[in-house]
C-alpha cells in the first residue's frame, strides 16, 4: 500500500504559467515532507521542504502547502520556467532517516 | 568537496554474477543511504548507515544483498547471485543530523 502518492503521473505547462504539483499521504505520524526534483540520468536533487507546524514554505519561486487534515500538499512554482522541466517526487518522513517516496511527477514546461 | 559520488555509473553484468557498488559520501556527513529505484518509481529505501553503523534494513534488501560502511566514510553495496529482477537504479545519498539527503547520480544496474 503507497503511503504517499502521487497521481498525476505528467504534468504540463506553458512556460511562465503556475505549475502545481500535489501529493497525497495516508500516514499520520509523517511529520516532515520535502519535493525533490530530478532529471534524466542523475541523481535527485533536494528543492524545498516542509515540517508538519507549518502550512507554507516558501523559497524564491517554489511554495510548498501543507493541509494537514487533507494529508495532502502541493507544490507550486511560479512562474514555470524551460529548466524546470523535471520529474518532481514528493517524500514523507516520520523518522529521521528513512523517506517515503511518491512515484514522481513529470512536469513538462512548453515554450 | 564535489558531492555524493558513486561508482561505476552503469553496470551491465550476467545473471548470478556478483557486483559491489561505492559511494563516497559528502565529507562531513555522517549519515548514510541506499536507495533503489525502478521506472516509473519514487526510490525505495534500502539500508541506512550512521557513521559505521547500520542501523536499519529494508525487507527489500534480501540476504543477497549486503552493505558496509566499514570506517564510517565510504559505503558499499553488494548484490550476489544477480537476478533479472535486480536490475535498477542504485541511488546513495548522505546527510547530516541537520540537513537533508544529497543524492549521487546512481548506478544503473542491468542484469541480462
Known amino acids: 500500500d503507497q503511503q504517499v502518492k502521487q497521481n498525476s503521473p505528467s504534468l504540463s505547462v506553458q512556460e511562465g504559467r503556475i505549475s502545481i504539483l500535489n501529493c497525497d499521504y495516508t500516514?499520520?505520524?509523517?511529520?516532515?515532507f520535502l519535493w525533490y526534483k530530478k532529471y534524466p540520468a542523475e541523481g535527485p536533487t533536494f528543492l524545498i521542504s516542509?515540517?508538519?507546524i507549518k502550512d507554507k514554505n516558501e523559497d524564491g519561486r517554489f511554495t510548498v502547502f501543507l493541509n494537514k487534515s487533507a494529508k495532502h500538499l502541493s507544490l507550486h512554482i511560479v512562474p514555470s520556467q524551460p529548466g524546470d522541466s523535471a520529474v518532481y517526487f514528493c517524500?514523507?518522513?516520520?523518522?529521521?532517516?528513512?523517506?517515503?517516496w511518491g512515484a514522481g511527477t513529470k512536469l513538462i514546461i512548453k515554450p | 568537496d564535489t558531492g555524493v559520488s558513486q561508482d561505476p555509473r552503469h553496470k551491465i553484468t550476467k545473471r548470478g554474477q556478483n557486483v559491489t557498488f561505492r559511494c563516497d559520501p559528502i565529507?562531513?556527513?555522517?549519515?548514510l543511504y541506499w536507495y533503489r529505484q525502478t521506472l516509473g518509481q519514487g526510490p525505495e529505501f534500502l539500508t541506512y548507515?550512521?557513521?559505521?553503523?547500520?542501523?536499519?534494513k529494508s525487507r527489500l534488501l534480501s540476504d543477497r544483498f549486503s552493505a558496509e560502511r566499514p570506517k564510517g566514510s565510504f559505503s558499499t553495496l553488494e548484490i550476489q547471485r544477480t537476478e533479472q529482477g535486480d536490475s535498477a537504479m542504485y541511488l546513495c545519498?548522505?546527510?547530516?543530523?541537520?540537513?537533508?539527503?544529497?543524492f549521487g547520480q546512481g548506478t544503473r544496474l542491468t542484469v541480462v
Open positions: 517524500a514523507a518522513s516520520d523518522e529521521d532517516y528513512q523517506l517515503i
Open positions: 565529507s562531513e556527513h555522517n549519515r
Open positions: 548507515f550512521q557513521n559505521e553503523a547500520q542501523l536499519e
Open positions: 545519498a548522505s546527510s547530516s543530523d541537520y540537513t537533508e539527503a544529497f
Open positions: 516542509i515540517s508538519s
Open positions: 500516514n499520520s505520524m509523517f511529520d516532515y
